[in-house]
């Protein structure tokens, strides 16, 4: 049952952390970090081809500080409403920095027509060809002549059997100078480590050495973000590895630990867009089909201590079809596979499948654990844009696009009608944030803080969350202004292990919320639990522990909705519904000591404007079919683990 306490003010304290030393930790994790571990600059060859040409890593650092930039293809200054605390660069590794070097630099390019005839019909292809400076005309050759795939939704077949080398086939093909794109991609990395140097200020910013390993075979999206806690300096002695480098997961995991043996550095692989996998990113096997072994899961595990949840292609927490009764699994659904045809169609429509959703790889990890005795699948969350404009911006009223030519509110209509049901920028959903609770700004704090996994995710608010789970909390213990360390002490934070039951006792989750300084009110703290039944099968059930309004709970424990203040016309939202903060303690009231479990947190915001209606009232149109009105924005934390004794 959920304890509920009010007037208890928590802002400063969730604002500014608590510093009081804790004998279990060296430095006891205080601070709440905002950041993005994914953004793109022109150095991406698709960034480029679709209108980014001012924008690179210098002018991305610059603009997540809150510094205004100018976007050239929109020709406009650009600002953040709130600067970040950190900042990953995160390039596509394959034909780094070439699309724009080549697309302006003919010399590079040798004369050979055997490349068309080699990958013909592929998406290299059109990128990389000559002739086409119109970002709308590129970006349209590469959706029309994309490959067909020849693996659906939920096959078995190992997708990326028989993947093309990328870039690799351009040389192969004798198209590129190999030796002038190695020096293109290593310069491009050079000026993007030095760029991350230049701009981090430890205490203050941090600039996060990263890239995007890029695997989308048969439209099957396996994409991980890799980050770092290197220097710039150390990470320009080594090269990013992309797909075309190594085309399977276990290839990046194996050059992630030969590099971090070499450099002493450490990395973390972040999967995004699990969405639109087809079923692969966390599927029962690994993806050649063969088993998952120990071996295997504690291999993934420990590069794979993160997963983004949430981004600007869709909102990977869960699905109404595998959700069925959470009333807000319908949330910026991304509906588009990245293949031919874009938006899907007739023969390639699509399925959401259980290796597509986060929640259900938790629940899975747990039926995998319990079979291996390893869990492959014990990730924590965070959230991040996958902007490719070199605009860190996941605000509703500051969405500047996934692609630069988006940017430009008129390039989303074709003909001066919208460009509905398509692939475009209506149907993205402008999200999402990382958070992290570290002891200070640095890049080793916050890549530490991602291997333990004491992060979570929001949708673009700057909602503040924090929760332990111990077996003995009380009401004083939360109003405590030391709750942080009565909470490591005693407990263990978000993304911990809560260690075997003593006796009986269920276990009790200690949660505050807090909304962002700049944000709407919240409407209510629910408590998501995955367990292991007696069969053997994971099950979920979702928990409303704290929320405003004085609503009443119905027999079957849902609530009735918190209202919608927004103005449609102008999109302002008033603050008259909901509650600032949050402060409960909730125990479980279903707890079976002997099953595996776990507990994550989702806070919902007021219903808000979403950037579609305020694009459809500013064209004089109606709301655009790709989206609602008014949206639920949210926070997601990672998991808090129960695992029974004899599971260990």
């Not at 909304?515 to 919240?522: A, R, T």
Request: charged residues 20%; hydrophobic residues 40%.
């Amino acid at each position: 049952m959920a304890q509920m306490i009010n007037k208890v003010s928590l802002s400063v304290f969730l604002l500014a952390g608590s510093t009081a030393f804790n004998p279990l930790w060296a430095q006891e994790p205080s601070k709440v970090l905002w950041g993005d571990t994914h953004l793109h600059t022109y150095f991406s060859a698709d960034a480029y081809l679709a209108g980014n040409r001012s924008v690179g890593p210098d002018e991305a650092f610059r603009a997540a500080k809150g510094e205004p930039i100018h976007s050239a293809v929109a020709g406009v200054r650009v600002q953040l409403r709130e600067p970040l605390d950190f900042l990953a660069v995160a390039d596509h590794a394959g034909a780094l920095g070439l699309m724009g070097a080549y697309n302006e630099n003919d010399s590079l390019i040798e004369e050979d027509t055997s490349f068309y005839q080699t990958i013909k019909g592929s998406v290299i292809q059109m990128l990389f060809q000559r002739g086409v400076k119109d970002p709308k005309e590129a970006g349209k050759r590469v959706f029309d002549n994309a490959p067909l795939p020849e693996i659906a939704p939920g096959d078995t077949k190992d997708p990326v059997a028989g993947a093309g080398k990328g870039a690799g086939a351009l040389y192969d093909a004798g198209i590129v100078s190999v030796t002038e794109a190695h020096k293109v991609s290593e310069t491009a990395w050079k000026v993007t480590m030095e760029a991350a140097d230049r701009h981090n200020d430890p205490g203050h910013f941090t600039a996060l050495v990263g890239w995007e390993w890029t695997q989308t075979n048969n439209g099957a999206n396996l994409h991980r973000v890799v980050v770092s806690d290197a220097e710039g300096e150390t990470a320009s002695k080594f090269e990013p590895f992309g797909a075309d480098d190594g085309p399977y997961p276990e290839d990046l995991w194996n050059f992630l630990d030969e590099t971090s043996k070499e450099f002493g550095v450490d990395f973390v692989s972040i999967p995004h867009n699990s969405n639109i996998s087809k079923g692969y990113m966390f599927a029962e096997t690994t993806l050649k089909g063969q088993p998952i072994t120990a071996a295997y899961a504690k291999n993934r595990a420990r590069w794979e201590s993160l997963v983004e949840v949430t981004q600007f292609k869709g909102d990977s927490e869960t699905h109404p079809d595998l959700s069925p009764n959470d009333e807000f699994a319908d949330f910026e659904k991304f509906k588009f596979y990245l293949q031919r045809p874009p938006q899907g169609g007739a023969d390639y429509p699509y399925v959401a499948n259980a290796g597509d959703y986060v929640r259900s790889a938790f629940k899975r990890g747990m039926e995998i654990e319990n079979t291996i005795g390893v869990n492959p699948f014990k990730m924590g969350v965070i959230g991040s844009t996958d902007s490719h404009t070199g605009i860190p911006s996941a605000e509703e009223t500051n969405f500047w696009g996934k692609v630069s030519l988006y940017s430009v509110l008129e390039n989303k209509r074709r003909d001066g009608e919208p460009t509905t049901g398509q692939f475009n920028d209506w149907n993205m959903s402008a999200s999402g944030l990382a958070a992290v609770w570290a002891p200070e700004n640095t890049r080793k704090d916050i890549v530490a803080a991602f291997k333990r996994r004491e992060t979570y995710a929001t949708t673009g608010p700057r909602i503040q969350v924090r929760v332990f789970a111990g077996w003995d909390f009380s009401a004083e213990d939360l109003a405590n202004e030391n709750m942080a360390s009565i909470g490591y002490e005693r407990g263990v934070p978000m993304g911990g292990d809560l260690a075997d039951a003593p006796g009986t006792t269920a276990p009790v989750l200690m949660i505050r919320a807090v909304k962002g300084p700049m944000d709407h009110n919240l409407d209510r703290v629910q408590v998501i639990k995955g367990w292991i039944g007696d069969d053997g099968k994971a099950l979920e059930k979702i928990y409303n522990v704290a929320w405003s309004d004085n609503r009443q709970l119905d027999a079957k424990g849902g609530l009735p909705a918190v209202g919608n203040t927004v103005n449609l016309k102008t999109g302002m939202t008033v603050n008259s519904i909901g509650a600032p903060e949050f402060s409960t303690l909730w125990t479980d009231p279903e707890f079976n000591a002997s099953q595996q479990a776990f507990y994550y947190i989702r806070v919902l915001q007021i219903p808000t404007i979403r950037h579609s209606k305020l694009d459809a009232n500013a064209l004089g149109m109606e709301t655009p079919l790709e989206g609602p009105a008014t949206l639920q924005e949210r926070a997601y934390t990672s998991p808090i683990w129960y695992t029974p004794q004899d599971k260990l």
